[in-house]
């Protein structure tokens, strides 16, 4: 069921449900952190690997001190900066986080969520929510209740719904392994305004095979139909006589039916974009298409996260 009502769905989290809420970024998958079962269930519904750890949800920064430890100066800048918001921070877990959440690492990835919804919700419940994106492992995150409700509706009680996500895209993280300031994964947040804040940092480039966050598998975000990364001009006429479909930044083709091609900001706007990006690949996604031709952003601003998704999405091929 997708609803509004807050309460019905702190009762549900009371209760050791997994429900789907909202968060700028993307939906989340959420349940009791503290409760291994509920957290076992939501690795089943999601079907994801136990390997890949959960981010942990709090309300404020009070609270997430509850849950870690030696939080180092830089993440305490980031935390002032950027939370409540589009940032997860990697930190040293207290004991009282399960081993599960984490997938056995020293390490727990705590998250402020700053949606409405999700910062009403967390303050009515004595537990933090441990949440992944509310998609199918492997697929495109969803950014609308609907998006949840086409894929996992059938399999969890309820959908709190926060309208689409003023973001769009996940949160950035950012670790600290040797007390270096590394970005494990980006997103929400462009790597510029971290460096604004606390100078220069690592972006750790993502791989499967990067223990430091497992979760960061090459094909992800991935839709069904196979997606191609290139010059849109060259492209379109390679692929002539195919069924197309076509993802670009700004401009728009008329020699390719309306219907099936998606300008993710036609005055170049990075945020507007970012938005739209998963919607456009779910939309691109559900039509008769034999391929999805795509362009990359400019590599800066949210672009960098934004090509990101886009090469993870076209890796299948
Ligand atoms: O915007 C977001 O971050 C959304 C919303 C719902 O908060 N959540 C999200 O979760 O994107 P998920 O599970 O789809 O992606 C979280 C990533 C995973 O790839 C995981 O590997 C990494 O964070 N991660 C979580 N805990 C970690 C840990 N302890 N150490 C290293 N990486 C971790
Ligand atoms: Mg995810």
Not at 7 to 24: F, S
Not at 34 to 55: C, G, M, N, Y
Not at 126 to 134: E, V
Not at 199 to 206: D, T
């Amino acid at each position: 069921m997708i609803g509004q009502n807050i309460a019905q769905a702190a009762e549900l989290l009371k209760r050791g449900e997994v429900i789907a809420i909202p968060t700028e970024t993307v939906y989340g998958l959420a349940g009791n952190a503290l409760d291994e079962s509920t957290v076992a269930k939501i690795f089943a519904i999601k079907q994801r690997p136990s390997f890949d750890p959960l981010i942990v949800h709090v309300p404020d920064l009070q609270s997430l001190e509850n849950w870690v430890q030696n939080i180092p100066t830089a993440a305490r800048q980031l935390a002032q900066h950027f939370m409540p918001g589009a940032l997860t921070l990697l930190l040293e877990k207290k004991e009282t986080i399960s081993d599960l959440v984490t997938a056995g690492s020293p390490l727990v990835a705590m998250r402020i969520p700053a949606h409405p919804l999700a910062q009403e919700l967390l303050r009515l419940l004595p537990f933090p929510l441990a949440a992944p994106s509310a998609n199918p492992f492997g697929y495109i995150s969803p950014t609308r209740a609907e998006h949840v409700a086409h894929q996992l509706g059938d399999q969890i009680p309820y959908i709190l719904d926060g309208g689409p996500c003023t973001i769009g895209l996940e949160s950035t993280i950012v670790g600290f392994p040797e007390g270096r300031a590394t970005i494990f994964r980006k997103g929400g947040i462009p790597v510029e305004a971290i460096e604004a804040v606390i100078g220069p940092v690592q972006v750790q480039a993502h791989s499967s095979s990067n223990p430091q966050a497992p979760g960061m598998l090459k094909s992800h975000y991935a839709p069904r139909i196979p997606l191609v990364l290139g010059k849109l001009t060259e492209l379109i006429p390679q692929h002539q006589g195919k069924a197309i479909g076509v993802l670009s930044f700004q401009e728009r083709y008329p020699e390719i039916p309306s219907e099936r091609q998606f300008a993710l900001s036609s005055s170049g706007d990075y945020t507007e974009a970012a938005r739209n990006l998963f919607s456009a690949m779910r939309y691109l996604d559900q039509l008769p298409l034999d391929l999805i031709v795509a362009e990359l952003l400019p590599e800066e601003n949210l672009g960098r996260a934004i090509n990101d998704r886009l090469r993870r999405a076209s890796s299948k091929n």
